[in-house]
């Protein structure tokens, strides 16, 4: 990994209002209808059967019951997505594209690894090999792509302080941050609160202290998002770095390919009030990317994934455990969207992996390879070096025929 000084400095220095000055980490001139790619990291293994629910399914309530919000057309419930499936509403920004044939979840997705280990996990989600490596499949395909030497600070740009291991490796990366920007998210005030609900001590120390910065008790504990009463919400880091992803891949010397990181799905416990709050955060930072990409929307895929999915069964204390299978989401104006990928395995007993889990029928990898040939132009016979161990045969129909 090579990160430039000069590219340094502008990341971390830059305010968020982004100038010329700011921009110029992006490098030197290439083509502005180049295709874009943004692969975002969802830390914590999302719970697919709740972010896309197949109520269409008998055996779902038999597991999950209290879980499972109404179906599409009552109130506080799914958005449809063709009368099996239902997005879940804190998803509004990616229905709509969904209705606009830009949005394409796909289901029973998982890596090519059996770990539940977020760790070890997470390694080989963003290693993309059959053991864990040093540098990420992202990466790897920067490497395999043309134009990447026309721009001296990096073809990819990693949003952050950290450049995740999906961007490390010898091909040439810069990376951004803007000054002051980087809080906590919301979702990690509510989870300490919860933490310490019980504490005599901590437990009401905690509640004070955000009281007093201006929270209330209904977004300290309730089912929303935290939120400032009666003041404008501020946009968190993810929304902030993601428009800035955006402005920077939309310039015609900018970077083309971008990867970004969210927490806050590792839901064990009060998965039904807590899990809203970063399926906002992910659909406010697409919006964002939206947005800020203007034209080059049209050119672009953003890939959302995970490093697994989580339990079928509810546990003791409202939540899911590590699991398998899980759905991952493809956006973007080059996306074939307008239904759901995948195929669906069915929840029967004799169906689940291990009788525990969404048993997994779409490759992880397959998903990326598709993107990265039919999208990326990269030549197939590189698949093999960017997900080095093993033969993948990339997923086809995810992107709009030119």
């Known amino acids: 990994m090579l990160i430039h000084r000069r590219s340094a400095l502008l990341g971390l220095a830059a305010s968020w209002t982004l100038g010329r000055s700011a921009l110029a980490l992006a490098g030197s001139p290439g083509g502005p ?178 009281k007093a910065r201006g929270f209330s008790d209904t977004a300290i504990t309730g089912m929303n998002t935290l939120s400032d009463t009666g003041k404008p919400r501020k946009p968190d880091a993810f929304t902030q770095l993601s428009f800035a992803a955006g402005q920077m891949l939309n310039t015609p010397d900018g970077p083309r390919i971008a990867a970004l990181e969210i927490g806050g799905w590792d839901t064990h416990a009060a998965q039904l009030g807590r899990l809203g709050a970063p399926l906002a955060q992910l659909d406010r930072g697409i919006e964002a990317l939206h947005q800020s990409l203007g034209d080059s929307w049209k050119r672009t895929v953003i890939l959302a994934m995970t490093e697994f999915g989580r339990t079928i069964r509810m546990n003791g204390t409202g939540g899911t455990d590590h699991g398998t299978g899980t759905v991952t989401f493809l956006a973007g104006g080059a996306v074939a969207g307008g239904k759901v990928g995948g195929a669906w395995p069915g929840l029967r007993p004799s169906q689940l992996f291990e009788n525990r889990d969404l048993a997994p029928t779409t490759d992880l990898r397959a998903v990326a390879a598709g993107v990265l040939c039919d999208h990326l132009r990269m030549p197939q016979q590189a698949l093999s070096t960017v997900f080095p161990g093993g033969q993948i045969d990339a997923s086809k129909g995810l992107i709009v025929s030119a």
Not at 36 to 63: E, H, K
Not at 142 to 147: E, I, M, P, T
Not at 169 to 186: I, K, M
Not at 189 to 206: E, H, R, S
């Open 33 to 210: 209808n180049d295709p874009r790619f943004v692969v975002i990291i969802l830390r914590g293994a999302l719970d697919g059967l709740s972010a896309v629910t197949p109520y269409g399914d008998a055996d779902l309530r038999t597991y999950r019951r209290d879980l499972v919000l109404p179906e599409p057309g009552q109130e506080g419930g799914l958005l449809d997505l063709g009368g099996f499936y239902g997005l879940h509403p804190s998803l509004q920004t990616l229905y709509g594209l969904y209705r606009e044939g830009q949005m394409l979840p796909i289901h029973a997705v998982a890596g090519h690894y059996r770990s539940r280990s977020h760790f070890e996990a997470q390694d080989y989600l963003e290693s993309g090999a059959d053991n864990r490596l040093s540098s990420g499949w992202l990466n790897r395909a920067v490497s395999a792509l043309q134009g990447k030497a026309n721009r001296p600070d990096g073809y990819g740009l990693a949003m952050g302080l950290t450049v995740p291991l999906l961007l490390r490796g010898f091909a040439r990366v810069g990376s951004y941050a803007p000054a002051g920007s980087l809080r906590p998210d919301e979702g990690l005030y509510k989870q300490i609160v919860a933490l310490n609900a019980a504490d005599p001590v901590t437990g009401p120390a905690f509640r004070d202290g955000l």
